[in-house]
């Protein structure tokens, strides 16, 4: 069945949804949500500077450690349908904590987040199913890590087990610095996600991310997105959270999408309902494409970012339905996203210094943005005493558009980050390269 506006009525209310989260992933899941007629409200807990900026949006200040307080908050505020954004609630088993109290939740229990929160578990749950991935070594102590690192010729990776912000992962040039690297983990850059190391087999290829939205059983895929993650042009510097994206990703032919399907999706949602774990929520599939096809660089359990920022735009108001369809396990996996014609591309605005230090509370200022098919859902940022717009993080703005090509859509994305303005402001132009045809012809 697809969904539209005809067979509302199939769904139960949905009057009042809540997003967990404050970055610029959650602003975006409310923009797309806010969309469907039914919804009268979207609340953030926290949410950010420009979640009221948004269209029937409204924060909420509370803990969310405090349970029985939000527990009485959600029952006072009628909440019809909780989505949690980050994975650190997710890992802290904040969704089987909901769900027992009878909400409905989009986001997995602790055991389907440990797919992000523990690599060895993830490396060792993909070698169950038969999954592709690096080859991999799970090690407790540098002496361990030491004696793979000399007595193998292949270039490795080091990643620490659990959640590091996106930056526990090394990719070294030597031996020497492969030791480094793990002798800083267990040194305790990363305080217990460093308790154990996982090396890797260093592997070769572009990267994309899929997302199956899940319902436990059936899955539905949105579009596809690669996002940059260097910090600067070229993809060189270090790594980030992520400087900007581009959806669909056509480097993911129908061909090529069928074969991640086969190989990597489905036996991924098999081997899930086979450790009985009842994942209700998105998985996020960051792939490689290698010579020797597609590779599990990593699972999260939860929406990339800014690769939400850049494919909501691209969905109709029947988001919502699949999400909500998703928490009550009654997806029936042939729902036909409606997403637009239009392809979809976001820029990243940082601040000086990201990924590594860098200095907040600077003003925003907002010149004249295309109101055509554009949109700036903040990342980081807050208000100030008059109400002023300042930066509030290392990403700050996320800038999207959508045309019917890749060139229109950075064309706009680039001409609006001309009219965005703060102390440090830092960005990559060459966002959506490999899309871009007339790239080369501009730069
Ligand atoms: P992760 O947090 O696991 O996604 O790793 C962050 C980034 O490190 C990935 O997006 C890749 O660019 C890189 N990376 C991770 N694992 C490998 C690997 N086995 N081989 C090559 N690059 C990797
Ligand atoms: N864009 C990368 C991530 O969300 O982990």
């Known amino acids: 069945m697809s969904i539209n506006s005809k067979n509302f009525k199939n769904f139960s209310r949905l009057e009042n949804i809540l997003i967990i989260g404050n970055g610029g992933r959650e602003n975006s899941l409310a923009w797309a949500i806010q969309k469907n007629v039914l919804v009268k409200k979207v609340f953030l807990i926290p949410g950010n500077a420009g979640s009221e900026r948004i269209n029937k949006c409204e924060r909420i200040k509370i803990d969310i450690n405090n349970k029985k307080e939000l527990v009485e908050k959600l029952n006072f505020l009628k909440v019809d349908l909780i989505v949690i954004g980050p994975e650190i609630p997710l890992a802290d088993g904040l969704a089987d904590f909901l769900r027992e109290k ?53 270039p490795l990776v080091v990643k620490a087990d659990g959640l590091a912000s996106g930056k526990g992962v090394f990719i070294p ?32 290829g572009p990267e994309v991310s899929v997302f199956a939205l899940c319902d436990g059983i059936k899955y539905i895929l949105l579009p596809t997105a690669q996002d940059h993650k260097r910090l600067n042009e070229e993809d060189k510097g270090p790594n ?101 014609n239009k392809v979809s591309g976001c820029v990243i605005a940082t601040s000086k210094g990201y990924p590594h230090e860098y200095k907040t509370g600077f003003p925003i200022k907002i010149g004249k943005i295309d109101p055509n098919d554009c949109q700036i859902f903040d990342s980081g940022t807050s208000l100030g005493k008059d109400g002023e717009l300042l930066t509030d993080g ?9 045309d019917k090509d890749f060139d229109l859509v950075f064309e706009k994305a680039y001409k609006n980050l001309k009219e965005i303005n703060f102390d440090g402001i830092y960005f990559r132009n060459d966002i959506g390269h490999q899309v871009r045809k007339n790239f080369f012809k501009e730069s």
Not at 106 to 121: H, R
Not at 294 to 313: A, H, L, S, W
Not at 394 to 402: D, F, K, N, Y
Request: net charge neutral.
């Open 240 to 340: 980030t959270g992520g400087m900007g994206a581009y959806s669909p990703a056509p480097l993911l032919t129908k061909n090529y999408l069928e074969r991640i399907i086969k190989e990597i999706i489905e036996p991924t949602i098999n081997e899930l309902n086979k450790k009985n774990i009842d994942y209700k929520g998105v998985i996020y599939f960051g792939l490689m494409i290698t010579k020797s096809g597609p590779k599990v660089i990593e699972y999260n359990c939860r929406f990339g970012d800014p690769e939400c920022q850049t494919i909501m735009p691209l969905m109709d108001q029947s988001f919502v339905f699949l999400l909500e369809k998703c928490s009550m396990g009654n997806l029936t996996g042939s729902e036909k996203i409606n997403t637009s």
């Open 173 to 204: 040039d030597s031996k020497e610095e492969c030791v480094r690297a793990t002798e800083s983990i267990f040194n305790g850059k990363f305080g217990k996600s460093g308790d154990m190391v996982v090396l890797e087999e260093k592997i070769h």
């Open 394 to 402: 290392g990403r700050v703005l996320s800038i999207v558009c959508q």
């Open 102 to 154: 009878d909400f409905k939740v989009f986001g997995p229990g602790k055991d389907g987040a440990k797919l992000e929160y523990s690599k060895s578990w993830a490396k060792e749950f993909m070698q169950d199913a038969n999954i592709p991935t690096a080859k991999f070594w799970k090690v407790n102590s540098l002496e361990e890590a030491k004696k793979i690192i000399h007595s193998t010729s292949i």
